[in-house]
């Protein structure tokens, strides 16, 4: 197998758009394969934002397997320059008809040696499996994660080859959808694109946000003097800063990310950086904060794609802990979709959730979501 390293921001225009096809095409092959719907598909302005963007705060590189010049093996690193630099969060994939003929062990072996030589020794890395073969025939062997909640079937291809590539399963992340639109009583449906939906407008059902005087985007919640305000797009100037300090609380606050990562440096400028990257690839961010006496104290985000715009992706939901248990987190979330329906197409929001966060997964069952699948996140210390 020929292959090739490629830095984000390295390749012309020309080769990036010749390469972009090819990609787009592989990843959406590796997506169907899994048994993942079009919701799931690569999106092209996501895909070439990868290949072309860099900033001073996080980079992507990625690695091309090529037999008689046809791609049929890649794998990407995503890497954070600023902190945690001896990190970086890996992916590989080969196409269903390669597999089992040790192209995925050649392309990780080329990747890990290239991370390792450049300092990245933590490696962490990702697999999906659909939520009926999780489920599937309970006898089966199992390998359980180190974060003590749930467990993969063992024999699963993706499971199989991480065990044997020396990675350790970490912790699983429950993946979810709800169809923020349906307001029809007992609708029913578990795969993307049939999402059932629980009784009255999805908005409303997780407890109530009232809409202030104060005018379109602030929010008050009934009690306690918190107040919630939603945006798209960039941070409004005067929140930016809550925003970077919310993202780096986020960044060890959430259960199991302490066992990934160190915490994340965050200032204006890479809140900045992000919503740039976003931008780029056709995003849309919805954004609802929670204020306390001026200052930020919980936030969640949605983000949506021009080209695909029925669909949305949670993002980071946070509630610092000295505001927890006063049901911001339902609170935000609630106005957040509310704004969504007001203000887009989205018609569908995929969330993922740690196995063991029971906080979240709570809510979200209260607010309608149904399982669609598991995330296993993987650990590997480069020796
Ligand atoms: C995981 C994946 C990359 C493996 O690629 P591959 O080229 O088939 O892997 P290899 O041929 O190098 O397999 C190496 C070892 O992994 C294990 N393995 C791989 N696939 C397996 C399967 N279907 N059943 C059991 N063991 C398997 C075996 O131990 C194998 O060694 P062996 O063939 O000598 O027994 C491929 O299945 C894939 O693309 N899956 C979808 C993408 C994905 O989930 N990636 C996340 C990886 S953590």
Partial sequence: ME????????LADPAVDVLL????????RINRALGYGEDFDPLPGSVRSKLVRTDEFTSHEIWLGRVDGRLVAKAGAYLSLQDNTDVADVYAGVLPERRRSGLGTELLTVMERHLGDAGRTRLNAWCEVPAADFDADPRRPRIAAAAG????PAERAEVAFALRRGYGLQQLERCSVANIQDSTPGAQGSSP?????????WATRLGET???????????????GYVIRTWAGPAPHEHVQSIALLRQRMSTDVPGAADLQDEEIWNPARVRALEADREQAGGRTQTALALHDGEGVGFTEVVSYAQRPHVAFQGATLVVREHRGHGLGARL?????????EGSEVERVYTWNAAENSWMLAINERAGFEVVGWVGLWKKILA
């Avoid at 909640?149 to 993969?152: E, N, P, W």
């Avoid at 694109?193 to 407008?201: A, D, H, L, T």
């Fill in 3 to 10: 292959i090739t390293h490629i830095r984000a921001g390295a």
């Fill in 21 to 28: 096809d090819e990609i787009v095409d592989f990843d959406r």
């Fill in 149 to 152: 909640t749930g467990s993969l």
């Fill in 193 to 201: 694109g049939s999402v059932g939906s629980s009784p009255g407008n």
């Fill in 210 to 224: 009232e809409r202030s005087a104060a005018g379109v985007g602030d929010r008050v919640g009934a009690d306690e």
């Fill in 333 to 341: 979330k609630s106005s957040n979709h509310a704004a969504l329906l």
